[in-house]
């Protein structure tokens, strides 16, 4: 049953269309990849489906909630977004803080959220303390506090070096598999996409469309097994087949203005 | 590789330069400054210029020494700080209310910015007369305008400092479903704290320029009023015993920001 649907949504920013004509749906307990070219409207789309942007025409609706859900729909940020003056810890409980959790839920939600994350030994430490991969792990752990349906991934990885991008994944990887939660992730690394996702949808320049949905050939648990490393390196291959021209011609109508 | 002979040959890399980077020296500013109290000293004694002009950094001390003695300097000193505290306190408050309106209200902002910036270059002392055309010659008129003076800094550095916010701070507490007041209280305010610092930092500045000004103009106690009557009396020693004493009130109020600044925004 789907989590979430997207119907028929366009955006426009003045004169400028973004999107046009986007439907599709997120599955339970789904990763869905959205890959593009630059500027092609993956983030726009992310906020419009995340309601932090209204968009020109179509609808965004969502499933119901488990009850045990205290935010249905959250974002891990590109950027981490975390609050240079709280610490770790007060980062992650501002997510919790407006919620009907009691002053003493939230310390164990947030204690058990930082175990999850590995963190737990930087709860007091201020942002400016962390590397960027921990950044990150405090936005992926700020988001999972709230035990949500829906998470919401704006290149969440893409301000990261490799090697932490590929330990960040492995954690990404775990974490998702204990979760109910269902992933909308957008990304232009091709490689996290075939690594993460059980579908991928592939955007044309802008104004986005979509061009293609397509599933990975190996189910996400048995991604890790050699045997089927050449099934997903074609997947990839695929993908980028699909995104190479229209990344080629997004990159020249930006450099020709 | 390179064998022994050629490595000798080879020139060591010069060093070009780190950058401009500015270092931090304390001891410079200090050495600076007794430095130039030296110079003065030096020249007063000297020289023989007289104290009517130019009294030697000994003569201010000892003036400042006699008057503090005679506790005249330290009340004249406490009812000027009064008025400061007064007039500050008054346009800072309603400065950053007006300002955090302008920053998160698209009515106040397009309102408040345009009035701002009509109002804001207006030398606030030369509204001194008008104000004590309405309030009186007595303390309203001289709180007043050293609030106006301090609303305007504040004002304007609140709102900037609103905008500094980075979007993408409010957009996520937007995104874990914050409401309204919890968003303000816990991401706008902080995060435009620093800038409403610096804005302190300037409006206490101003406060203390206008409580001089204002006492210049009309009134009989406050440092203002001391230091016109020690010119008026040609006190030069006395004259600047009260400039030293402004100096050093500037200074204390600048100490008790950047410790406020360490206290609260260390995160930065």
């Known amino acids: ?257 | 590789m390179a064998d022994g002979n050629a490595r000798n040959r080879l020139a060591p890399v010069p060093f070009r330069g780190a950058g401009f980077a500015p270092g931090e020296s304390r001891l410079g500013g200090a050495a600076a400054l007794v430095a130039l109290v030296a110079i003065w000293q030096a020249v007063s004694s000297l020289l023989g210029v007289s104290p009517l002009f130019l009294p030697s950094p000994m003569a201010i001390t000892r003036a400042l020494w006699r008057l503090i003695a005679e506790g005249d300097l330290l009340s004249q000193v406490g009812i000027s700080a009064l008025r400061i505290a007064a007039g500050w306190s008054l346009g800072a408050i309603v400065g950053l209310v007006v300002g955090l309106a302008m920053g998160l209200f698209t009515f106040a902002r397009a309102a408040g910015f345009a009035i701002v910036s009509a109002l804001f270059p207006i030398p606030k002392i030369a509204l001194l007369p008008l104000m004590i055309l309405w309030f009186g010659i007595g303390e309203p008129s001289k709180i007043a305008t050293i609030a106006l003076g301090v609303f305007f800094p504040t004002a304007i550095s609140a709102a900037s400092g609103v905008d500094s916010v980075p979007r993408n701070l409010i957009r996520m507490a937007q995104s874990f479903g914050l409401p309204f007041a919890d968003i303000v209280r816990k991401v706008v305010l902080p995060g435009a704290f620093p800038s409403i610092l610096a804005g302190f930092r300037i409006s206490t500045s101003i406060a203390l320029l206008l409580v001089v000004s204002a006492e210049m103009v009309g009134a009989e106690k406050g440092i203002g009023a001391f230091v016109l009557q020690a010119g008026n009396l040609m006190q030069t020693d006395q004259l600047l015993a009260g400039v030293v004493v402004l100096s050093l009130m500037g200074l204390a109020v600048a100490r008790a920001i950047a410790a406020l600044e360490r206290r609260f925004a260390s995160w930065r």
């Open chain 1, 1 to 257: 049953m789907a989590r979430l649907v997207v119907d028929n949504v366009s955006h426009r920013f003045g004169d400028l269309d973004v999107l046009a004509d986007v439907s599709f749906e997120l599955g339970a307990n789904e990763i869905l990849a959205i890959v593009g070219p630059s500027g092609c409207g993956k983030s726009t789309l992310l906020s419009i489906a995340g309601g932090l942007l209204a968009s020109t025409q179509g609808a965004v609706r969502i499933g119901d909630a488990p009850a045990t859900s205290l935010n249905p729909l959250t974002f891990v940020f590109q950027d981490f977004a975390l609050l240079p003056w709280r610490t770790v810890a007060g980062n992650i409980a501002l997510a919790l803080e407006h919620t009907r959790l009691g002053q003493r839920e939230i310390e164990a939600a947030v204690a058990d959220v930082l175990a999850r994350t590995g963190l737990a030994d930087f709860a007091s430490a201020l942002p400016k303390q962390l590397s960027g991969g921990m950044r990150q792990r405090v936005g992926l752990a700020r988001a999972l506090a709230v035990r949500p349906a829906i998470l919401l991934m704006d290149e969440p990885l893409s301000a990261l070096d490799s090697q932490t991008r590929d330990l960040l994944m492995e954690d990404l990887e775990r974490l998702l598999e204990q979760g109910n939660m269902s992933v909308l992730y957008v990304t232009h690394n091709l490689d996290e996409a075939a690594r993460l996702a059980d579908r991928a949808i592939v955007f044309s320049r802008r104004p986005g469309r979509i061009r293609a949905i397509s599933s990975a050939p190996v189910a996400r648990e048995k991604r890790a097994d050699p045997a089927h490393a050449e099934a997903i390196a074609r997947w990839r291959a695929e993908l980028w087949s699909m995104i190479r021209d229209e990344a080629q011609a997004a990159d020249r109508e930006t450099i020709d203005g």
